[in-house]
């Protein structure tokens, strides 16, 4: 019998009528009113017309074979069961299983697609991208044990691509980058025995044992849930990081602008959307070809104006200041402005919707990858080898626009300025100093309580919540209570559109935490880039366990994880790499389980008392943040680092001075 409690999702049948309710975002939402009064059809008004399916919310159906589908759910989920007697966990289990999957394949085939790039420039083929950051490129090949000295940059790296490779197709033994994996927290997963092979295997096998009449046991379903999680944070995630840094340089901190006010009336204005971050130097490339910025003028345009969006755009805007106009719900507003003459897109988090709306105010809408074709747009294939057929017919088609631009153009003028690209190189420099960078700054301002911790608060934003919202409240909350935030993907991007990437945004920060920031100068808030370089994170925690003083394995750190408005399974698959490596992991909106159930409780209980870190949810951003000091505060004391010190609660005036800021 389940425990009666309330399930895990947010009740939300009819989206608020007013703009102001669906959004934080002052720029989104002035696109929602055009696009109203333009008749223009968003996810907002989808969603109005979808009420989520309460049993599907909860992952009480199955639909993996044809005697079903089977809908288990009911006051007590135990009374029935599937057709074939797959139990409510059985079935929680697999579907779980299943969006960890789907969400470690797509960092994963991402990451096998950066691997390729970068066997095609050691091996000579690909001449369009090089090798940028050697420093970097010795920096990881050491990690995994390859010599390095006295050695030609191009044979390490033949080395580093053959080794690297073998994240993907191992079919025995551990992942490279297990080698970075605190031993304490190595020993567990050898313990539970979910090291990760290779990420194909693992992906592989999670499929299979999901299948009908496989796996039928939860905790055993969650141990491949789990090795399979890990193959993407410590395996294709943390290798589509270091191979773009290679290729593209390791992010250092950059001034760069966020909002839709980016995009200028009069220039040609690109919108890149998507993952992949060669499409994007390529495009970067492109518009700085002299022939295309003269076409561009020709058509009476004063340049070309080259903008973000979502994640690969999160990395431009680490690596080289690109503007970024929004994070995954402004991707339809930002076409309402009128002003954009070509979106590019590669992968994931593409909305079909975009397509309507692009064909509305005669923007091209471009697809690019061969594993993401959209019906009814414009697909122009890119190809690493040669990348400029690809990027300058983008470019051209982007100025013709221009020239026959019809659509109104309103643009809403609003800049953020913020400081991004806090790689996990760099926090190591700023904190140490160049002669001695290392994590025992961080350490021990956490050990004397001037920080009380470390929250990583990341993942997308949700037509379901007020968007940016929950994030911002969330951060603002935990900043004041001396946490350090770091951030990766669409949080970071509602983050820097509330002014909180700023050192000057130490003022809302609590004394202690505002005291670092004031000596290092460095925000309270540090955006890390995509979410691919949630991976920063990991190496992060890594290198405070080993800096010592913080206990022996991540699970002892007083850290904490949060994606509150999180929507695809990427979420699902990095949620459970952090839960995996230790990581104590709130969520928002809405949690796939049946509250109550024993899988319920294995995720959020029965792990951590296998030495790894446990799965939370609450809907409201307070909540999460005293959930997640309170789980700060319990590994202080665990470590024997706890001062008395009261949580401050923001009263109503603090929030009103925080609004206004
Ligand atoms: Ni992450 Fe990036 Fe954004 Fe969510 Fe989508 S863009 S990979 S999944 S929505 S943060
Ligand atoms: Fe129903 Fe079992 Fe088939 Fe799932 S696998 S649909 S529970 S019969």
Same mark, same amino acid.
């Given at each position: 019998?389940?425990?009666?409690?309330?399930?895990?999702?947010?009740?939300?049948?009819?989206?608020?009528?007013?703009?102001?309710?669906?959004?934080?975002?002052?720029?989104?939402?002035?696109?929602?009113?055009? &696009?109203?009064?333009?008749?223009?059809?968003?996810?907002?008004?989808?969603?109005?017309?979808?009420?989520?399916?309460?049993?599907?919310?909860?992952?009480?159906?199955?639909?993996?074979?044809?005697?079903?589908?089977?809908?288990?759910?009911?006051?007590?989920?135990?009374?029935?069961?599937?057709?074939?007697?797959?139990?409510?966990?059985?079935?929680?289990?697999?579907?779980?299983?299943?969006?960890?999957?789907? =969400?470690?394949?797509?960092?994963?085939?991402?990451?096998?697609?950066?691997?390729?790039?970068?066997?095609?420039?050691?091996?000579?083929?690909?001449?369009?991208?090089?090798?940028?950051?050697?420093?970097?490129?010795? &920096?990881?090949?050491?990690?995994?044990?390859?010599?390095?000295?006295?050695?030609?940059?191009?044979?390490?790296?033949?080395?580093?691509?053959?080794? /690297?490779?073998?994240?993907?197709?191992?079919?025995?033994?551990?992942?490279?980058?297990?080698?970075?994996?605190?031993?304490?927290?190595?020993?567990?997963?050898?313990?539970?025995?979910?090291?990760?092979?290779?990420?194909?295997?693992?992906?592989?096998?999670?499929?299979?044992?999901?299948?009908?009449?496989?796996?039928?046991?939860?905790?055993?379903? %969650?141990?491949?849930?789990?090795?399979?999680?890990?193959?993407?944070?410590?395996?294709?995630?943390?290798?589509?990081?270091?191979?773009?840094?290679?290729?593209?340089?390791?992010?250092?901190?950059?001034?760069?602008?966020?909002?839709?006010?980016?995009?200028?009336?009069?220039?040609?204005?690109?919108?890149?959307?998507?993952?992949?971050?060669?499409?994007?130097?390529?495009?970067?490339?492109?518009?700085?070809?002299? %022939?295309?910025?003269?076409?561009?003028?020709? &058509?009476?345009?004063?340049?070309?104006?080259?903008?973000?969006?979502?994640?690969? =755009?999160?990395?431009?805007?680490?690596?080289?200041?690109?503007?970024?106009?929004?994070?995954?719900?402004?991707?339809?507003?930002?076409?309402?402005?009128?002003?954009?003459?070509?979106?590019?897109?590669?992968?994931?988090?593409?909305?079909?919707?975009?397509?309507?709306?692009?064909?509305?105010?005669?923007?091209?809408?471009?697809?690019?990858?061969?594993?993401?074709?959209?019906?009814?747009?414009?697909?122009?294939?890119?190809?690493?080898?040669?990348?400029?057929?690809?990027?300058?017919?983008?470019?051209?088609?982007?100025?013709?626009?221009?020239?026959?631009?019809?659509?109104?153009?309103?643009?809403?003028?609003?800049?953020?300025?913020?400081?991004?690209?806090?790689?996990?190189?760099?926090?190591?420099?700023?904190?140490?100093?160049?002669?001695? =960078?290392?994590?025992?700054?961080?350490?021990?301002?956490?050990?004397?309580?001037?920080?009380?911790?470390v929250a990583g608060v990341v993942g997308?934003?949700?037509?379901?919540?007020?968007?940016?919202?929950?994030?911002?409240?969330?951060?603002?909350?935990l900043?004041?209570?001396?946490?350090l935030v770091l951030q990766t993907g669409?949080s970071?991007?509602?983050?820097?559109?509330?002014?909180?990437?700023?050192?000057? &945004?130490?003022?809302?920060?609590?004394?202690?935490?505002?005291?670092?920031?004031?000596?290092?100068?460095?925000?309270?808030?540090l955006?890390l880039?995509?979410?691919?370089?949630n991976?920063r994170i990991l190496?992060a925690a890594?290198?405070?366990?080993?800096?010592?003083?913080?206990? %022996?394995?991540?699970?002892?750190?007083?850290v904490a994880g949060a994606a509150?408005?999180?929507?695809?399974?990427?979420?699902?698959?990095i949620?459970?790499?952090f839960?995996?490596?230790?990581v104590?992991t709130?969520?928002?909106?809405?949690?796939?389980?049946?509250?109550?159930?024993?899988?319920?409780?294995? /995720?959020?209980?029965?792990?951590?008392?296998?030495?790894?870190?446990?799965?939370?949810?609450?809907?409201?951003?307070?909540?999460?943040?005293?959930?997640m000091?309170?789980?700060?505060?319990?590994?202080?004391?665990?470590?024997?680092?706890?001062?008395?010190?009261?949580?401050?609660?923001?009263?109503?005036?603090?929030?009103?001075?925080?609004?206004?800021?």
């Amino acid at each position: 019998m389940a425990d009666k409690e309330k399930p895990l999702i947010a009740k939300k049948e009819k989206l608020p009528t007013n703009i102001r309710d669906l959004t934080i975002c002052e720029a989104t939402a002035q696109m929602i009113e055009r &696009a109203r009064r333009d008749g223009v059809e968003t996810t907002w008004d989808r969603a109005d017309n979808m009420k989520p399916c309460p049993i599907g919310a909860q992952s009480a159906c199955c639909r993996m074979c044809s005697m079903g589908p089977c809908r288990v759910a009911g006051k007590d989920p135990y009374e029935k069961t599937g057709v074939c007697g797959a139990t409510i966990d059985t079935i929680q289990a697999r579907n779980f299983a299943r969006m960890v999957a789907a =969400g470690s394949a797509a960092h994963t085939d991402h990451g096998m697609g950066m691997v390729d790039l970068f066997r095609g420039v050691v091996d000579g083929k690909i001449t369009d991208y090089k090798i940028k950051d050697v420093l970097k490129l010795e &920096a990881v090949a050491k990690s995994v044990g390859i010599e390095t000295e006295g050695r030609e940059t191009m044979d390490v790296a033949r080395d580093l691509c053959k080794e /690297l490779e073998r994240t993907y197709t191992q079919v025995e033994g551990e992942i490279p980058f297990a080698k970075r994996v605190p031993e304490k927290t190595l020993e567990v997963w050898r313990k539970e025995g979910i090291v990760p092979r290779g990420a194909m295997r693992e992906i592989m096998e999670l499929m299979h044992r999901s299948h009908m009449g496989v796996d039928q046991d939860y905790e055993n379903i %969650t141990r491949q849930i789990s090795r399979t999680a890990l193959a993407d944070g410590w395996g294709g995630s943390m290798v589509t990081t270091e191979i773009s840094d290679i290729l593209f340089g390791t992010p250092t901190p950059v001034v760069a602008d966020v909002n839709m006010g980016v995009l200028k009336e009069d220039q040609v204005n690109i919108i890149i959307h998507g993952h992949e971050p060669n499409l994007f130097e390529s495009v970067l490339a492109s518009v700085n070809e002299p %022939t295309l910025i003269a076409a561009a003028k020709a &058509a009476g345009a004063k340049g070309i104006n080259l903008v973000g969006m979502c994640c690969s =755009g999160a990395e431009m805007l680490s690596r080289h200041g690109i503007p970024h106009a929004g994070n995954f719900m402004s991707t339809e507003a930002v076409l309402c402005t009128g002003a954009i003459d070509a979106m590019a897109v590669d992968l994931q988090c593409i909305k079909q919707g975009l397509v309507k709306v692009a064909d509305c105010y005669g923007t091209p809408l471009i697809t690019t990858n061969s594993r993401c074709h959209i019906e009814g747009a414009t697909h122009i294939d890119f190809h690493e080898h040669s990348p400029k057929d690809c990027t300058d017919e983008i470019v051209i088609k982007a100025i013709t626009r221009f020239k026959n631009r019809k659509a109104v153009v309103e643009i809403p003028q609003i800049v953020n300025k913020g400081v991004h690209g806090f790689s996990y190189e760099y926090i190591n420099y700023m904190l140490g100093g160049s002669f001695r =960078g290392s994590y025992r700054p961080l350490n021990d301002n956490i050990i004397n309580g001037r920080i009380r911790g470390v929250a990583g608060v990341v993942g997308c934003t949700n037509v379901r919540m007020k968007q940016d919202w929950v994030h911002v409240e969330l951060v603002k909350e935990l900043i004041k209570n001396d946490v350090l935030v770091l951030q990766t993907g669409c949080s970071q991007i509602a983050l820097a559109k509330a002014g909180l990437l700023t050192p000057e &945004a130490a003022h809302l920060a609590g004394p202690g935490l505002a005291e670092v920031c004031e000596t290092v100068g460095m925000p309270p808030v540090l955006g890390l880039g995509s979410c691919v370089d949630n991976s920063r994170i990991l190496i992060a925690a890594s290198e405070m366990v080993r800096e010592g003083g913080l206990g %022996t394995s991540i699970a002892d750190l007083p850290v904490a994880g949060a994606a509150p408005e999180w929507m695809s399974e990427k979420a699902i698959a990095i949620g459970q790499y952090f839960v995996a490596s230790g990581v104590y992991t709130v969520f928002g909106v809405s949690f796939p389980v049946v509250q109550g159930t024993k899988f319920q409780k294995h /995720l959020f209980g029965g792990l951590e008392a296998k030495g790894m870190g446990k799965w939370d949810f609450a809907i409201d951003p307070h909540e999460i943040a005293q959930k997640m000091i309170a789980h700060i505060d319990k590994k202080r004391k665990a470590l024997g680092i706890d001062k008395a010190r009261e949580r401050v609660l923001m009263d109503m005036a603090d929030r009103q001075k925080l609004e206004v800021t």
